[in-house]
């Protein structure tokens, strides 16, 4: 592994097709000037939208139009940028649309408090003589819920306008943490240089030869000390604007702001910590494990990632992947299996990491193009398993955009995650029915754990340190890099248990989970996890029905509150028991992993 290619030396095959959404940057530009002449337009309905139920339906239609059209232009271009950051006119496409959609914010700021203004009797009224309206009944039911967290239109226009700046923090750091850090080079296991990037991290520590695993680890973390009092500033700047927009909409916190959004009680998140702090001595006992399958006399942060059973690579190359995709989730069904196909061969994903891309993984819905995936493949079973991950967001889209019109499109955060890891439960399960050899039975056990560990144990982990700073603030006190490590430290300490040597470099970790940027949002990884299980396991027992249920809840976008089209899914979210469940099987596949181990 040598540096990185550029953009121009990886093959096109691999590309998404992004010309689907635009054929050049000149159509780009004129549909930029389009909406831009539109925005005048827009803001000379303040007043008038409310005046009849034609004013009201062809307004709302105007500006629904203008937030599609915008759609397609931000995401092209935040996806050019994302091919490579040092493409500068990329970039600049992509701040120009991030400030157009601001500038159509603050001209459309307008809409929800005039529509506030008129009474659910002329809501009731305008429905009558103008049945059309009637689509929009569900986002006029939320828009009650919310009234008084929306303020007056003048207000809401000055709050439109700060867009940029409340987003700031979060656009700098991915530029310091995609574009200007250079993490070191170390040798690895055959003896030649390799320089760590965020792509290579994971296979590093994944590495066989210890000495690899804590260079790697502390390679990294080194550089992210060397950027510590930033990285600080820039969190801390990221509360700070979480806690402002909550206060000015009258919320007694940033984290009741946050979830109030999709109309998720405070209760769900802070019984998820709870039932998993509950669930702790089943991580102490996967900890132990671990430890003494990799024969160590004392087990490391840079122990964590590395498979626990000898001697079993499991190497997929992307096509690969593809196939074993498409054959462990046939269960969803022959429409699914063939919309899905269709998307892996035909543009949507962005597969191999080159220089300047944007690291990780993610997947977005593009409304009436398709869904699109940004991949940087390694050939590894976590390679594997993210597109079967990213692939479930992309189908999710690809079902809620052609079954609903615009407005309601873009599904809830809550339920974001939950048919991505149906998918990975579902290949899980097909990995697991085919392996026939013990040791990768093992491998593949450990690999679920890991899953598990990551998405319930951590992300719960990362929602009390994200509740813990954003209350610190709250308080009326600053976060200061001590004060940071030492709580980031506590909280690994308390998950991993007496057994793990917590090093000094984890307290650092919070300074690399970009996702902290993005206001209580991590939780929803661990409650998505969990009724993703149950829903996987009940496609697998019950068949049919259990899948059109399913496909109901795909199809249902942000048309009904997430919690109900959970519900009529078969998992309520309102109790604990889904996280329970999950985390009961977590604790059954210790045992199995156990049981497996001592008898060799």
């Known amino acids: 592994m040598g540096d990185l290619p550029l953009r121009t030396e990886t093959d096109p095959k691999y590309h998404w097709r992004l010309e689907d959404i635009f054929s050049s940057e000149v159509e780009w530009e004129e549909t930029y000037k389009t909406i831009e002449t539109r925005l005048p337009e827009l803001a000379k309905l303040n007043g008038d939208l409310g005046q009849s139920a034609d004013s009201l339906y062809n307004g709302l239609e105007k500006v629904n139009k203008t937030y599609e059209d915008i759609t397609r232009l931000y995401w092209y271009a935040r996806m050019r940028a994302d091919e490579d950051a040092t493409n500068s006119e990329a970039q600049a496409r992509s701040s120009r649309a991030q400030a157009l959609l601001v500038r159509l914010l603050a001209a459309t700021a307008f809409v929800e408090p005039e529509i ?36 007056p239109k003048s207000e809401e226009e000055i709050l439109a306008q700060t867009g940029q700046i409340i987003d700031a923090p979060h656009s700098i750091y991915g530029m310091l943490n995609n574009a200007d850090l250079v993490f070191p080079e170390i040798v690895d296991e055959n003896g030649k240089k390799v320089r760590i990037t965020h792509g290579r991290f994971v296979p590093l520590m994944q590495s066989r030869d210890r000495r690899v695993r804590k260079d790697a680890f502390e390679g990294l973390y080194g550089t992210y000390d060397s950027v510590k009092h930033t990285t600080t500033a820039l969190l801390s700047a990221q509360v700070n604007a979480n806690i402002f927009q909550a206060r000015v909409r009258k919320y007694n916190s940033a984290q009741e702001s946050a979830l109030a959004k999709n109309n998720i009680p405070i209760s769900v998140y802070d019984s998820l910590i709870e039932a998993v702090n509950s669930k702790l001595p089943a991580m102490y006992r996967y900890v132990n494990l671990r430890k003494k399958m990799l024969g160590l006399s004392e ?105 609903q019109p615009y407005i309601y499109s873009d599904y809830s955060i809550f339920v974001a995650e939950v048919a991505s890891t149906v998918n990975e439960a579902l290949l899980m399960n097909y990995l697991l029915d085919k392996v026939q050899d013990k040791k990768q039975r093992m491998y593949l056990l450990n690999h679920y ?19 813990l700073i954003h209350e610190k603030v709250e308080g009326g006190e600053a976060l200061t890099v001590d004060y940071l490590n030492a709580e980031y430290k506590a909280l690994n300490e308390k998950y991993f248990g007496p057994e793990m040597i917590v090093d000094e470099q984890i307290s650092l970790e919070w300074s690399r989970i970009p996702h902290f940027y993005l206001n209580f949002y991590v939780y929803q990884y661990a409650t998505g996890y969990s009724s993703a299980i149950a829903l996987a396991m009940g496609i697998l027992q019950k068949g049919e029905k259990a899948v059109e249920r399913y496909l109901d809840f795909l199809k249902a976008g942000s048309s009904k509150y997430p919690i109900d089209i959970l519900a009529h899914a078969g998992v309520d979210m309102r109790t604990p028991d889904p996280i329970v469940t999950a985390l009961d099987v977590f604790e059954k596949i210790v045992l199995e992993l156990e049981e497996l181990a001592l008898n060799k």
């Not at 009797?121 to 929306?150: A, C, G, S, V």
């Not at 754990?449 to 340190?465: D, N, P």
């Open 116 to 151: 506030l203004s008129l009474s659910e009797e002329k809501i009731k009224e305008y429905k009558k003589q103008k049945p059309e309206l009637e689509i929009y009944h569900h986002y006029f039911t939320n828009l009650w819920r919310q009234k008084n967290h929306i303020l």
């Open 299 to 403: 087990i490391h942060m840079y122990d964590v990632y590395v498979p626990i059973v000898d001697e079993v690579e499991m190497i997929y190359s992307f096509e690969e992947s593809k196939e074993i995709v498409k054959k462990a989730l046939q269960p969803l069904g022959e429409d699914y299996v063939k919309n899905l196909s269709h998307g892996l061969d035909n543009g949507w994903c962005d597969v191999y990491e080159n220089k300047g891309k944007r690291s990780g993984a993610y997947s977005c819905g593009v409304y009436g193009v398709h869904p699109f995936v940004l991949l940087n493949h390694q050939d590894t079973l976590d390679s594997l398993f993210t597109i079967a991950h990213e692939m479930g967001h992309a189908m999710h889209s690809y079902y809620t955009d052609t079954n």
């Open 449 to 467: 754990l890991e899953e598990f560990k990551g998405t319930v144990f951590r992300q719960t982990m990362f929602a009390e340190f994200e509740k």
